[in-house]
């Protein structure tokens, strides 16, 4: 009897411990498995409470501005900070959690091309529930340019942040005033960037699709014209007044006049070609379009009064033709500064 009874304490004992075991791990793990699910689905706030997100912008450096490709290379940096309450916690300490693990506004650069992140997908939680996501961008990000005042051109380009899923009318952008600026010394060598602003709005996304909320950081680009005046316009100017090199030879020397002008025009040609490189297949035409073909015009009216002397020439009207020469100089120069006046001013 005493066996049986020392068997019986035993395990009444290991029942208990049993039971014990049971009663503390079920609640843990019911309480970790709904954290979970609500952190992850739900949002902060409450009914018709919108959830405010503080958005910082930061753009470290601008790389390159591709008006052909209609594109920018740019290195920037984007914080946003939210509270969650859900997520306090009596701790003096900050805690690095997985951004995957908890609720957040699920932010996408809307006019990425092609984009690389360089932090962890990680936030920062504070004892109060302060939640802080940084990460930093680096990449080409796609925006229209209108070219028409090309080398003269200016344009606003921009970086578009919306938030996109279920909760994204829910969502209160604001700007970070401290957390949004822009570098000084930027590595773009052929623009000049005047200056930036950013501002909260409305982001259409796409046809027939829900205008999410979203924030736009946006900078002021003015192309530097000394590359185009040097390299470009110079050439072609030199190019135009060999041509008008024509109308000072004698007419005697058909040939060469001929060879000139023909000379000048294949020039401009391939000028065409070149400054078709600099800029996409756009229907309308820049300023410099109408400059290179205002100097082709110009070049192909010296060909035209070339042929005009060469007739008269032939049919020995050798005074006739020094007299046109002489009056196609002033014609044509006044006619080639109108061309450049008109191409690039008005």
Known sequence: MKINRDYSEILLYLCCVLFLAVSAAVPTLAQ?????????????????????????????????????????????????????????????????????NIWSPNLQ???????FKTFPEKVEVSPDGT?????????????????????????TLQIKIVTVGNNAKDIDFTIAEDRTGMGEVLTVTDWDVLGWEAYTELVEIGPKLPVPPGVVFEFEAKRQVNFYIIKVLVPLIMIVFMSLIVLFIDPVHVGPKFSIAITSILTLIAYRFLLGTLLPKISYLTHMDYFLFGSMFLVFAVLVETSIVARLM???????????????????????????VLSFFI
């Open 314 to 340: 032939s049919m020995e009207k050798k005074g006739q033709a020094k007299e046109l020469d002489y009056w196609s100089r002033w014609a044509f120069v006044v006619l080639f500064i109108l061309i450049l």
């Open 131 to 155: 939640v802080i996501y940084r990460q930093r961008y680096w990449g080409t990000l796609s925006y229209p340019m209108n070219l028409k005042d090309f080398p003269l051109d200016q344009h």
């Open 109 to 115: 650069i809307l006019n990425q091309q092609k984009l």
């Open 32 to 100: 970790e498995e709904s954290q979970d699910e609500y952190l992850a689905e739900v949002r902060p706030g409450y009914g018709d409470q919108k959830t405010p997100v503080n958005i910082g912008v930061i753009v470290v450096d601008i790389d390159n501005i591709d008006g052909a490709q209609q594109s920018f290379v740019a290195n920037f940096a984007v914080s946003a900070q939210w509270k969650d309450p859900r997520l306090a916690k009596d701790t003096n300490s900050v805690r690095i959690m997985e951004l995957n």
